[in-house]
């Protein structure tokens, strides 16, 4: 093989080498750019749920209060209904009353399959709202009615009730 011959093979690799170093710079540099932008997207779908989540535990708190004012007006009326009328038919009141706890119940229902569901933040569930479904489950005039483990329409609640003060399980 002449000089010549090996100086133009050499050139030849020579400029093979570098395209390729151009070339993997390049791709090194697109890539980078490709794992950066989806780091970026990552971030913002972690934010926009962070921000889906707050809302809607926002409005559960908004429905359970609704429904709550709705159910306490609903037995001021009944109650003084039997007080200033005690020989009368109080039925359509307190099918009133019952239709507004049971739209109370459904609220806090929801709000228990969505934590059992992990759609909503379960710490943060369990702090707001504990009490509150412990004075549901435990009230004597709702007990009965309400939550018995077999009948019950309120399942999550009910699981959710054992879950946090079942003290057997």
């Known amino acids: 093989m002449s000089d010549l011959t090996a100086n133009i093979i050499a050139g030849v690799a020579a400029i093979a080498a570098i ?17 950066r932008s989806a780091d970026e997207a990552n971030k913002i779908s972690k934010d926009s749920n962070m921000i889906a989540q707050g809302s809607l535990e926002l409005s559960l708190r908004e429905i359970i209060g609704a429904t709550k004012v709705t159910s306490v007006q609903a037995a001021i ?23 507004a ?6 609220a806090y229902e929801k709000a228990c399959g969505l934590y059992w569901d992990a759609k909503i933040d379960k710490e943060r569930f369990r702090k707001d709202y504990s009490n509150e479904l412990r004075q549901l489950v435990e009230n004597k005039n709702l007990k009965f ?25």
């Open 19 to 35: 395209a390729s170093a151009i070339y993997a710079g390049i791709a090194n540099r697109k890539s980078s750019d490709a794992k």
């Open 77 to 99: 009326n009944l109650h003084d209904f039997k007080i200033t009328n005690p020989h009368q038919d109080f039925t359509l009141r307190e099918n009133a009353w019952y239709s």
């Open 101 to 106: 706890v049971e739209d109370n119940l459904n």
């Open 145 to 169: 009615r309400y939550f018995d483990p077999i009948t019950s329409n309120y399942k999550a609640i009910i699981k959710t009730y054992r879950d946090w003060f079942d003290l057997e399980k």
